[in-house]
């Protein structure tokens, strides 16, 4: 068997004998191209905002050229906002953070609520 897309032999899997691809990725690749076909004004090849490496976006306003790269670049943004609210947060409330800690260590609790 001859795979419809790059042209290699492969063993068509006894369960899927209408198989036309020798991988996922050569399904996907000619589903792909199919949908190109289809579709002549289908999105140019974009740069992945985070890792910078060309694709071709599924969408006109895809930014990264995987899921991989999307939920990194939104984990980073994520951390590094999260980081920053808990400088602001720190820096606002340094005197009362320190005195429940102070208290924590003591008793074991973290005090709820202001500090009286
Ligand atoms: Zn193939
Ligand atoms: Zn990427």
């Not at 740069?47 to 490496?53: A, H």
């Not at 071709?56 to 670049?73: G, L, M, T, V, W």
């Amino acid at each position: 068997m001859k795979c419809a897309q790059c042209g290699k032999e492969f063993e068509p899997a006894k369960r899927r004998p209408n198989q036309k691809y020798c991988s996922e990725q050569c399904r996907g690749k000619a589903h792909w191209a199919r949908k190109k076909l289809l579709n002549p004004h289908s999105p140019k090849p974009k740069k992945c905002v985070y890792c910078g490496k060309e694709f071709e976006p599924y969408r006109s306003y895809q930014k990264y050229c995987s899921h991989k790269c999307k939920d990194e670049s939104n984990y980073r943004l994520n951390h590094e906002k999260i980081l920053e609210r808990a400088k602001a947060y720190y820096a606002e409330h340094c005197e009362e953070l320190r005195a429940k800690q102070k208290i924590y260590y003591i008793t074991g609790k973290w005090p709820k609520g202001k500090l009286t």
